[in-house]
């Protein structure tokens, strides 16, 4: 008996950390705001707020119809084109978002000269007073080497933006 738990435990064991490593290749952010910003920079009229043992990112329209704003840390690409699936928990005051405007999240994706590949694309956020979940599946074109988001409020003085969680999952 001892025997086969001595060999059950080293199989056990790698398909344990082969599980975790396939997944850690997928998963190129995976951000919950309670611990913390880890790499996300905190831009124009943006805080890191707690309730609880909760924290979350709160964006807050500036005066003057400006653009408060928080970016991601930046993922390093090869050129190829590629697609993520993003997905975040948020809830915002914020009504009739799209496009440059209201409550979204603004995808940068650079050439290494730093000009942008493609159109300017992102997800806006429905007005939610309650913890909200939103998905998109981002397309990265061929030519990309930088890809960074924002989170924005742009636009909409003295409205509320808060997300508590971001997750950027490779798909292809």
Not at 94 to 120: I, N, T
Not at 132 to 155: L, N, S, Y
Not at 157 to 163: M, Q, R
Request: proline residues 3%; hydrophobic residues 40%.
């Amino acid at each position: 008996m001892k025997s086969v738990n001595h060999r059950l435990i080293p199989a056990a064991v790698f398909a344990l950390f082969t599980c975790i490593a396939l997944h850690a290749e997928e998963l190129t952010w995976d951000h919950d705001f309670s611990r913390g910003l880890r790499g996300w920079m905190l831009g124009r009229a943006s805080t890191l707020k707690r309730e609880g043992a909760m924290m979350f990112v709160r964006l807050r329209g500036p005066k003057g119809n400006g653009i408060a704003g928080c970016k991601s840390p930046v993922v390093k690409l090869d050129g190829a084109a590629h697609e993520f699936d993003l997905t975040c928990t948020y809830r915002t005051d914020v009504q009739h978002s799209h496009l440059h405007g209201g409550a979204w999240f603004v995808f940068y994706k650079l050439d290494g000269d730093e000009k942008l590949v493609g159109d300017w694309t992102g997800l806006p956020l429905k007005e939610d007073a309650d913890w909200a979940t939103a998905t998109t599946t981002v397309r990265i074109p061929e030519g990309t080497k930088r890809f960074q988001a924002g989170i924005r409020v742009q636009g909409r003085e003295g409205k509320t933006l808060d997300v508590r969680t971001v997750s950027l999952k490779k798909l292809r």
